[in-house]
């Protein structure tokens, strides 16, 4: 495997991915369970009793869900490998709980074994019981389903791999990703200052050179 990053030809236009249809067989109790989740309701249209579309958008997501009657031929709970990225696992995790949503442990993949008798996801058919020893980032999962057996994942992303993200282009979707990720800076700065031996009083850009490497998967300031 490799981790090549392939420079992509000059673009022309751009195509951003915004939609991803799901199909259910009860349209009021979907529009209900994701409701609950907390995500944001944007439409709910009919025409007369043959045609139905809901749209729905996580928090901070730049895409969204739509579900309804006549939008799909797929059969419902056919929808399978559906990632939610999430900074900070066990957050997600005890949110969905608070909501009365069943969600699985924590879980990781096992090293370079892929073959295996679980649920398949991106590192194959063997979940490890717990997050990430290492807590290396997109390394640790967690799965849950909608009423119709629709399948989501979080996965845990702090620093982004080289060339997903320009540092330029810094942003958060959430305070909640914002928070997290200053968290992690005041962390490592505070094993900075040990290093030092002395207070940073510069660490306002310490902090902001932390933040901007990691969210564009460049090295950490030591």
């Given at each position: 495997m490799t981790n090549a990053i392939e420079t992509p030809r000059a673009r022309t236009l751009d195509m951003k991915l915004e939609i991803v249809v799901i199909p259910v067989s009860d349209v009021d109790r979907a529009k209900r369970f994701y409701g609950d989740l907390g995500w944001r309701l944007d439409?709910?249209?009919?025409?007369?009793?043959?045609?139905r579309v809901i749209q729905f958008t996580p928090p901070g997501s730049s895409c969204s869900v739509i579900f309804g009657k006549n939008v799909t031929a797929a059969a419902p709970g056919s929808a399978q490998g559906l990632y939610l990225i999430v900074s900070d696992l066990e957050a997600a995790r005890d949110d969905l709980r608070s909501r009365s949503?069943?969600?699985?442990?924590?879980?990781?993949?096992a090293g370079d074994v892929y073959a295996g008798t679980d649920e398949p996801y991106l590192f194959g058919r063997l979940r490890v019981s717990g997050p990430d020893p290492d807590h290396g980032s997109y390394r640790s999962f967690a799965s849950f389903k909608d009423p119709d057996g629709n399948g989501w994942l979080f996965q845990e992303i702090t620093t982004r791999l080289p060339g997903r993200i320009d540092a330029e282009g810094t942003t958060f979707a959430t305070t909640t990703d914002l928070v997290a990720a200053l968290q992690r800076a005041a962390a490592a700065h505070g094993e900075?200052?040990?290093r030092t031996g002395q207070h940073d009083a510069d660490w306002a850009n310490w902090y902001a050179d932390y933040i901007v490497r990691e969210q564009a998967g460049k090295p950490l300031p030591s």
């Open positions: 439409a709910d249209f009919a025409a007369g009793d043959d045609f949503v069943e969600i699985s442990e924590a879980f990781h993949g900075h200052e040990k």
